[in-house]
Protein backbone atom coordinates (compact mmCIF):
# COMPACT_ATOMS: atom_id res chain seq x y z
CA UNK A 1 0.00 0.00 0.00
CA UNK A 2 1.24 3.52 -1.12
CA UNK A 3 0.91 5.83 1.67
CA UNK A 4 1.75 10.18 1.53
CA UNK A 5 4.87 8.90 3.95
CA UNK A 6 6.51 7.05 1.51
CA UNK A 7 9.48 8.72 -0.32
CA UNK A 8 8.50 8.78 -4.30
CA UNK A 9 11.97 7.30 -5.05
CA UNK A 10 10.87 3.96 -2.86
CA UNK A 11 6.90 4.11 -4.68
CA UNK A 12 8.64 4.13 -8.28
CA UNK A 13 11.02 1.41 -7.43
CA UNK A 14 8.38 -1.03 -5.58
CA UNK A 15 5.69 -0.08 -8.32
CA UNK A 16 6.71 1.20 -11.46
CA UNK A 17 3.40 0.65 -13.07
CA UNK A 18 2.02 3.82 -11.01
CA UNK A 19 4.52 6.30 -13.38
CA UNK A 20 1.64 7.25 -15.75
CA UNK A 21 -0.25 8.55 -12.52
CA UNK A 22 2.38 11.06 -11.87
CA UNK A 23 2.28 11.95 -15.51
CA UNK A 24 -1.20 11.99 -15.92
CA UNK A 25 -1.01 14.88 -12.48
CA UNK A 26 2.01 16.56 -14.27
CA UNK A 27 4.96 15.21 -11.44
CA UNK A 28 8.23 14.00 -13.24
CA UNK A 29 8.76 12.30 -10.51
CA UNK A 30 11.17 9.94 -11.63
CA UNK A 31 14.36 12.34 -12.88
CA UNK A 32 13.74 14.67 -10.03
CA UNK A 33 16.45 15.44 -7.43
CA UNK A 34 14.00 16.09 -4.44
CA UNK A 35 12.36 12.64 -5.25
CA UNK A 36 15.19 11.08 -3.45
CA UNK A 37 14.36 13.04 -0.04
CA UNK A 38 10.55 14.30 -0.55
CA UNK A 39 7.72 12.23 0.72
CA UNK A 40 5.01 11.73 -1.51
CA UNK A 41 2.88 14.13 0.46
CA UNK A 42 5.41 17.12 -0.08
CA UNK A 43 5.91 15.89 -3.24
CA UNK A 44 2.15 16.87 -3.79
CA UNK A 45 2.06 20.02 -1.85
CA UNK A 46 4.61 21.21 -3.47
CA UNK A 47 3.05 20.51 -6.77
CA UNK A 48 -0.53 21.83 -5.75
CA UNK A 49 -1.97 18.40 -5.61
CA UNK A 50 -4.01 16.93 -2.99
CA UNK A 51 -1.93 14.20 -1.48
CA UNK A 52 -5.16 11.86 -0.74
CA UNK A 53 -6.52 11.76 -3.99
CA UNK A 54 -2.76 11.47 -5.56
CA UNK A 55 -2.39 8.11 -3.03
CA UNK A 56 -5.53 7.21 -4.13
CA UNK A 57 -5.54 7.19 -7.68
CA UNK A 58 -1.64 5.30 -7.33
CA UNK A 59 -2.71 2.58 -4.59
CA UNK A 60 -5.67 1.97 -7.59
CA UNK A 61 -3.20 1.70 -10.24
CA UNK A 62 -1.49 -0.81 -8.26
CA UNK A 63 -3.76 -2.66 -7.41
CA UNK A 64 -5.46 -3.05 -11.06
CA UNK A 65 -1.96 -4.03 -12.02
CA UNK A 66 -1.77 -6.65 -9.34
CA UNK A 67 -4.63 -8.15 -10.05
CA UNK A 68 -4.56 -8.07 -13.91
CA UNK A 69 -0.94 -9.91 -13.09
CA UNK A 70 -2.69 -12.90 -11.29
Given at each position: MITKEMSITDIVYQHPEVVPVFAEYGMAC?????????????????????PD?????????????????E
Amino acid sequence: MITKEMSITDIVYQHPEVVPVFAEYGMACIGCMAARFENLGQGAEVHGIDPDLLVADLNAAAIDYDQKAE
